[in-house]
């Protein structure tokens, strides 16, 4: 059994490869900083569509509106938290 | 980030339809010198004045600036009447008025942008837009040109900036423009800065000779500043984008146009009666009823989501995908019907419509409509709805 670390590290682990393979970030995503803000890197608008679009296919699930902001989208951790809470909300309803 | 609200401001309160009144005088005046304008490739002097003297470029600012803090939908009925007078004198107008909410909606608490929307208020100031630059494809989201700081530990700024279009640049008291942050920040990393014209020279970089629109004088213009750190507003340019340009862009151009539509329309309506009048055997022509379609299905759009942009500025939340997918659509789809609108009209008034004066001419009305699905280009904003349409699986 995985622990809560070892847990956010993987769901981390793979929001780094989709921010790699959808926007110009590329590889660098695979080991910038999870507190640098990815626009300061040069995410475009239409990036950031297509790196929601790639998040939510990836762990299947579906960004509120409210959520589909460009703070959510600000960092990698920030985007790891926004995960985490829908994922644990999907358990919560499925359990 | 705080957007400062407006106050909601009943869209039909009577201070509102004081000015929609005003408009209307004003919009009497743009109408007789529209034919000149259009011929002559000049500045609707004429028609910007009537404006002033009645108070109506301040028409966004809120009232403790000393404007009416008219919201979207009165913008609207305000632009939609100036246009039916004169294209020109109407984009001018809406133009203006989306850099004025610019500065309203995210003055920040700044004093030095709350003097100057008090300033804008109280004399009449037009204020321009400088977000087009040379290279960027038509894309505001990015920018080449970057605010730099001669002297370390000094407040003073310059910006260089060439821009391919700047609308009445040289009638403007004031300029709106968008710039990297500093030299070293990714394009996207923008910041609006709003200077003082005596603070810039500028410098037109080609000749202005369109098809329509002519009487808005929006050659490209090198662009050299100087000014205040103080005068670059605080919240980055992209949420101003979202939460304010963007939206109020595509909804006044959009009045605007559907005023050039109405306007044709109405010719034809003309037309088609003295037709009637003169051969009361002859069937009036079917293309007035689809240009009628067409236009109710544009006004119809527009004021949904003019309605719903207005109740989203009141409730002061942000801009959510679905909301700049729809506002995207309102663009394309009313530059293009109401294009087709002066088309059919075209066909119904035939050679009366296609000259250049009587009470029939369509044409100025169509070469200024042809401007619409050009000004951002409708294939550009069709790609980015294409990904934006993606996020809503409703």
Not at chain 1, 8 to 34: F, H, L, M, W, Y
Not at chain 2, 161 to 166: C, G, M, S
């Amino acid at each position: 059994m995985t622990t809560v670390p070892e847990q956010n590290a993987a769901v981390e682990e793979r929001i780094r490869k989709v921010v790699s393979r959808q926007t110009p970030i590329g590889s660098a995503a695979d080991t910038v900083n999870a507190l640098q803000n990815l626009w300061e890197l040069g995410i475009d608008s239409l990036a950031s569509v297509r790196m929601m679009i790639g998040i939510e296919e990836e762990f299947g699930i579906q960004f509120p509106e409210s959520l589909l902001t460009r703070s959510t989208f600000e960092n990698i951790a920030s985007i790891a938290g926004a995960v985490r809470g829908l994922l644990s909300t999907e358990h919560e309803a499925t359990a | 980030m705080t957007i400062q609200r407006l106050p909601a401001g009943a869209s039909s309160s009577p201070d509102q339809e004081l000015f929609v009144a005003r408009a209307e005088e004003a919009a009497a005046i743009a109408a007789r010198h529209a034919e000149d304008v259009d011929r002559r490739v000049r500045f609707p002097s004429e028609s910007v004045a009537a404006l002033k003297e009645r108070g109506l470029f301040a028409a966004v600012i809120p009232p403790e600036y000393g404007g009416p803090g008219a919201g979207p939908e009165t913008l609207s009925k305000i632009a939609t009447t100036l246009a039916r007078a004169c294209g020109a004198t109407a984009m001018i107008w809406a133009m203006h008025q989306i850099q004025a909410a610019c500065l309203a909606r995210h003055h920040g608490g700044s004093s030095l942008i709350e003097n100057i929307l008090r300033n804008a208020a109280a004399r009449q100031w037009l204020i321009a837009s400088v977000t087009s630059e040379r290279g960027n494809g038509g894309d505001l989201g990015v920018s080449e040109a970057a605010v730099r700081q001669p002297q370390q530990h000094d407040s003073v700024r310059t910006l260089e900036k060439h821009a391919t279009t700047i609308s009445y640049g040289a009638e403007a008291q004031a300029l709106l423009a968008t710039a990297r942050r500093t030299p070293d920040s990714p394009p996207t990393d923008q910041v609006a800065v709003i200077i003082y014209q005596g603070q810039a020279t500028l410098s037109p970089s080609s000749r202005w000779n369109p098809l329509g629109m002519k009487g808005t004088c929006s050659p490209g213009f090198q662009l050299t500043a100087t000014f205040e750190a103080s005068q670059i507003l605080a919240t980055p340019f992209h949420h101003i984008a979202s939460a304010t340009m963007v939206p109020l862009s595509h909804i006044l151009w959009a009045s605007v146009w559907i005023g050039l539509a109405e306007e044709a329309l109405s010719r034809a309506t003309c037309y088609s009666r003295k037709r009637l009048a003169q051969s009361p055997d002859e069937p009036t022509n079917p293309a007035l009823s689809e240009a009628h379609w067409r236009l109710r299905t544009a006004q119809a759009l527009h004021a949904e989501v003019t309605a719903a942009t207005a109740a989203q500025w009141a409730s002061a939340s942000n801009a959510a995908p679905r909301s700049s997918a729809q506002l995207n659509a309102l663009k394309v789809s009313v530059s293009e019907s109401c294009l087709d609108v002066a088309n059919l009209a075209l066909r119904i008034c035939g050679m009366a419509g296609y000259a250049e004066e009587g009470p029939y001419s369509v044409s100025r009305l169509l070469r200024d409509l042809l401007s619409g699905p050009l000004m951002i280009g409708n294939s550009r904003l069709l790609s980015t709805n294409a990904n934006l349409i993606l996020l809503d699986r409703e």
